[in-house]
């Protein structure tokens, strides 16, 4: 008998929880973008929702991602990071457009963490990050970003992917890979890992 060539698929549900230790020396909104490996030195950006940097920093939102590839593309996959940026944007238009974002922080998650945690799932942790520019006033402790990531592998996906459909589409998060709206999701015939970004819930 041959080597099954069936891809794997994995699902990924990333909840942005809070920030801490981060005060703009201007106020405006901040954001968190991070970046997911696609495969072919490729690159998934999304974005959560802004908040005001006068709030408490506090999202909790929740992204759902399926993941779908050959079973060495998912094990490439643990050698990779997910990359967090904290972000500001100032709520001043510029006729009548909204400027571009700073970089404020950034910190970065293994795959291979996840993988080798228990139930494949890391609640409520915290990411120390390095700051990366000077519009935040100092503190004692560096601007840390709370996150939890669970994976799930086989049926159970097919469960999730019908409760992200019935959710609001995730809009304005590709960033220029072409995707096109499909079924509530964003596919990309170009990806190998992440073939999927079905879907943003805020909880």
Known sequence: MGVSHFPSSLCCDLRILQAKNIEPKSPGNLFVRYYLSAGNNKRIKLNSHEISSKSELIWNES???????AEESLNDLKQQTVVFELRWRSTMRVLGKMGKSQLLGRAEMPWKAVFESPNMEIEKYWLIMVSMNDRVLESLKPPSLQISMKLIRGPAIVEIEKKNKRKERLKNNCDGCGCKDIGGGYSC??????????AMEAL
Request: hydrophobic share 55%; proline share 0%; charged share 20%.
């Open 63 to 69: 992204f759902s991602l399926e993941c779908s590839g």
């Open 189 to 198: 015939a170009d990806y190998e890992i992440f073939a999927l970004a079905a």
